[in-house]
């Protein structure tokens, strides 16, 4: 973490995946965050990976830094403390970010009555608020019929949640150009934002819908192949595997030294191609990817890596996640911390550098309800006999 938003308070109501991912971006900077769930439990708080014993790893992974508040959602008297706490005072604060349903304590025109420069950044599924998940999202977008090997007749899925990281950032970034605004113009906003045109934008500015629109072709899978260019998975003689890329004539240049002259002169004479131009390099991905199989399925791992490295080849290592989790423990971003409930394991800060701020510890994720009376103390300056009283008619809930 760095403390480049030091002093600025979030209020997060969320769920799943975006938001809380968000809300982490923003406390990885160094922001107060502080999200609020009902007392019985998240709606993600046990969600998979789980540890043996049934701890949610996502849970500890995705609030990292941030303080919990539980409140007892339904009741008129949790909802109020809730919007007291998301309008509390404060240049700094007045912030909320949220991908749960509005329900009208929680909409923008309630909040905006106790805070007129409220910034409220919401996320729903679609513009009219029809429920997605990054899964059925990504099924509309066209990834999953162009994704698999050559040939395969239906859609593949694709394991990561693009969707939710960009809706993430998104959320962060619209939070923080909001923000920005204020303090300009002394203005609050309502930004909304939906997973499915989060998707759309991406998917647009890749050039996919231009394609389609402007050329009017289906594109075609084509598997492990990289559309338009050269790039392909190859496995060494003792069966780990790399990735090769050509981009650039420097990484023709890599291969032509490393699997000689004569190799990459009768592929050009053969194909009739110049692989020093892109569209030729892609024209020619059989050819290629035939001579370089030949080469590393012949060599084991060490070598292969060896002699990429040697002529400045653009590779990498595919890996397990327990290969990547090894790799990551002497990565400057992670740190070990002690996560309550489950141990020690490491976890990373902010992937963004600041060159003249030293990098601040990630911080453990928080019990559900662990901050719960020093935020209604600190922000809302209830008493301890207030306190108590909330707890005792189960209106809010301390650590469990």
């Not at 004569?262 to 191609?273: S, W």
């Not at 080469?295 to 327990?322: C, K, M, N, Q, S």
Request: some cysteine.
């Amino acid at each position: 973490m760095y403390d480049l938003l030091a002093g600025m308070r979030i209020v997060e109501g969320s769920a799943f995946v975006a938001a809380p991912m968000g809300g982490m971006t923003l406390a990885q900077l160094g922001a107060d965050v502080i999200r609020f769930d009902d007392i019985g439990g998240a709606l993600d708080g046990e969600r998979w990976p789980v540890t043996r014993d049934g701890k949610s790893l996502y849970w500890s992974s995705l609030n990292k830094g941030k303080r919990s508040l539980a409140v007892d959602v339904r009741k008129p008297e949790g909802q109020e403390l809730l919007q007291r706490v998301i309008t509390a005072p404060g240049d700094d604060a007045g912030l909320f970010i949220t991908n749960l349903p509005i329900r009208g304590w929680n909409s923008y025109e309630e909040l905006a009555k106790r805070r007129a420069d409220l910034i409220m950044v919401s996320l729903t599924g679609t513009r009219d608020g029809q429920a997605q998940v990054d899964y059925t999202v990504n099924a509309a977008m066209g990834f999953t019929m162009v994704t698999g090997p050559e040939g395969h007749d239906g859609p593949v899925n694709n394991v990561l949640p693009a969707w939710d990281i960009a809706a993430a950032l998104s959320i962060s970034t619209g939070l923080l150009a909001a923000e920005r605004r204020r303090l300009r113009t002394g203005a609050g906003s309502w930004l909304k934002l939906s997973l499915f045109d989060v998707a759309l934008a991406a998917t647009a500015a890749l050039g996919y819908v231009a394609e389609a629109e402007v050329n009017g072709d289906e594109r075609a899978r084509i598997g492990n192949h990289i559309f338009g260019t050269f790039g392909h998975s190859f496995r060494c003689s003792d069966g780990r595997f790399v990735m090769l890329c050509l981009f650039t004539g420097r990484h023709v240049r890599a291969l032509r030294e490393m699997l000689g002259n004569a190799a990459i002169d009768a592929i050009e004479a053969a194909e009739g191609v110049d692989l020093m131009d892109e569209a030729d390099r892609y024209k020619a991905r059989d050819a290629v990817h035939a001579a370089a199989a030949a080469w590393i399925g012949a060599h084991p791992f060490a070598e292969v890596a060896e002699a990429l490295d040697r002529t400045g080849a653009l590779w990498g290592p595919y890996r397990t996640f327990t290969e990547m989790a090894a790799a990551t423990r002497s990565h400057p971003m992670f740190s070990t911390i002690e996560q309550p409930g489950i141990g020690a394991y490491p976890v990373p800060g902010s992937p963004i550098d600041v060159h003249e701020l030293a990098r601040l510890e990630p911080k453990p994720a928080p019990l559900l309800g662990q901050n719960t009376d020093e935020i209604l103390s600190g922000i809302l300056g209830l008493s301890d006999g207030e306190i108590g009283r909330l707890h005792d008619a189960k209106i809010v809930a301390g650590p469990r």
